[in-house]
């Protein structure tokens, strides 16, 4: 019997000892602990003995579950061990491996302007609107006073657009025709900025593209000045072009407002003195004026009690002078180095 015991002492043993796994060990265990398995038999066996073979069987008895007990912990803190370190070696990360860096995206320079102005202006207290890129002869030219014989189409004379039943379409010339839209779909006050895309039969240089945009500004309200539109401006130009600039205003003909003048900049480089990127000390930037009474009136607007200014600003030559781009062109053809160069900027 006590033979027996051994013997099953050395089974357990050596079963433990082949388990790959912990749950192989744990069958291990079954088979050679549990309830079924012959070292039970044994043990109740051990109750028919005479009582000193009893106690002598029975202390082998004892030395053999204490042996397996502790062959079987050895085995699964082994096998714990084990499965811990296939664990991390599946984990494992080489730190020696070079990064794999993300790529990242930019914004084009002319989104990077746009978002910049429209956020100076709207923290002025501008809305933004948008108008179609298709208008009607009426909203473009029309309503801007500017009639079917005007001399200021001819340099307009724009890209017109052929749709059977809708006459005289065309690619909208300027930004413009937003502030007639947005007049005849409100009532006064008006403070809005309309970004956007604008199209001009040009064949495209160094400083012309027949695609480019603008940023409308239209302010109408009982008792706007000459002065609002200059204290808007500026406000606009410090914000975007630092502290220290200054503008500079000078008369120019456009039909839609009276009058009318174009706005400089003293430049952001050399600060007015002269240099490379604005030759005379100054930058042109934009046309405005006062909003035309007859502008007012072909929007239903009382010309008699409210007044307003309005102005037009190029996207393109902020972003040229602001990064110092040479060729207009550089902006819209695509190349993808262009706009890596702005990553991280806005
Ligand atoms: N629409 C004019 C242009 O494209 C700019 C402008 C807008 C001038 C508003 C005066 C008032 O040249």
Redesign the pocket.
């Known amino acids: 019997m006590i033979r027996s015991f051994e013997l099953e002492r050395d089974r357990g043993v050596s079963r433990f000892g082949d388990a790959a796994t912990l749950e192989e060990l744990e069958d291990a265990q079954v088979a050679t602990m549990g309830r079924k398995a012959q070292l039970s038999t044994l043990q109740k066996a051990l109750g028919s003995l005479s009582p000193e073979d009893r106690k002598r069987v029975g202390r082998v008895a004892n030395d053999v579950r204490a042996t397996l007990q502790a062959a079987l912990a050895d085995r699964r803190e082994q096998l714990e061990r084990q499965a811990e370190d296939a664990l991390l070696e599946e984990d494992r990360l080489d730190l020696s491996l070079p990064g794999r860096a993300p790529r990242v995206g930019a914004f084009h320079p002319l989104s990077i302007i746009e978002r910049e102005a429209v956020e100076v202006f709207t923290s002025l207290g501008f809305r933004v609107v948008e108008g179609p890129e298709v208008e009607d002869d009426w909203h473009n030219f029309q309503a801007l006073n500017i009639p079917p014989d005007h001399p200021a189409r001819t340099m307009k004379d724009s890209l017109y657009v052929d749709v059977p039943g809708h006459p005289e379409l065309l690619l909208r ?4 025709a937003v502030q007639v839209r947005t007049m005849l779909a409100q009532s006064p006050p008006v403070f809005v900025v309309a970004p956007g895309r ?1 199209y001009r039969r040009e064949t495209s240089d160094p400083t012309h593209l027949p695609v480019f945009h ?1 940023i ?1 500004g239209l302010a109408v309200d009982e008792g706007i000045t000459f002065a609002d539109l200059k204290g808007t401006l500026e406000a606009f130009v410090k914000a975007m072009f630092g502290e220290r600039r200054r503008i500079r205003l000078g008369p120019a003909f ?1 039909p ?2 009276e009058p ?1 003048c174009e706005v400089g900049v003293s430049c952001f480089r050399c600060d007015g003195a002269g240099c490379r990127v604005c030759g005379t000390g100054w930058i042109e930037l ?4 006062m909003v035309h009474p007859s502008v007012l009136e072909n929007c239903g607007y009382d010309a008699e009690r409210l007044t307003g200014f ?3 600003l190029g996207i393109e030559r902020v972003a040229m002078l602001r990064y110092e781009i040479p060729d207009m062109r550089m902006l819209v053809d695509g190349d993808v180095r262009l706009v890596q160069q702005f990553r991280g900027v806005a």
């Open positions: 010339t300027e930004t413009s604008v603008q409308e456009f839609f407002v009318g934009l046309g405005a004026g309005a102005f037009g």
